[in-house]
Nanobody
Framework: QVQLVESGGGLVQPGGSLRVSCVASGFTFSSYTMNWYRQAPGKERELVAATAPAGGNANYADSVKGRFTISRDNAKKVLYLQMNSLKPEDTAVYYC?????????WGQGTQVTVSS
């Protein structure tokens, strides 16, 4: 079955950096667009970044453009999100996600807190 396991979240000061990872299994990772979403307290879940199956083509939410970089290692089946110049408003649970057919699959999420 599809499994997505995120890690790497934590507490970071404003202006700092953090990299979160997502290990995928149960599907052909290299064949699918992969996404990072986030959900802040009291807000709807939002798409942060997406990367095409072969990598190279990435799309970002306007709020993170120029600060976040999505990447993937298809050999290791791992998705990454490098987050730089973090702001308090980036505080959220970050989720790895993939759409396979009509179903969207989610990981359990990893908490990122940006605070001094």
């Amino acid at each position: 079955q599809v499994q997505l396991v995120e890690s790497g979240g934590g507490l970071v000061q404003p202006g700092g950096s953090l990299r979160v990872s997502c290990v995928a299994s149960g599907f052909t990772f290299s064949s699918y667009t992969m996404n990072w979403y986030r959900q802040a307290p009291g807000k709807e879940r939002e798409l942060v970044a997406a990367t095409a199956p072969a990598g190279g083509n990435a799309n970002y939410a306007d709020s993170v453009k120029g600060r976040f970089t999505i990447s993937r290692d298809n050999a290791k089946k791992v998705l990454y999100l490098q987050m730089n110049s973090l702001k308090p408003e980036d505080t959220a649970v970050y989720y790895c996600s993939v759409q396979i057919g009509f179903r969207r699959h989610w990981g359990q999420g990893t908490q990122v807190t940006v605070s001094s």
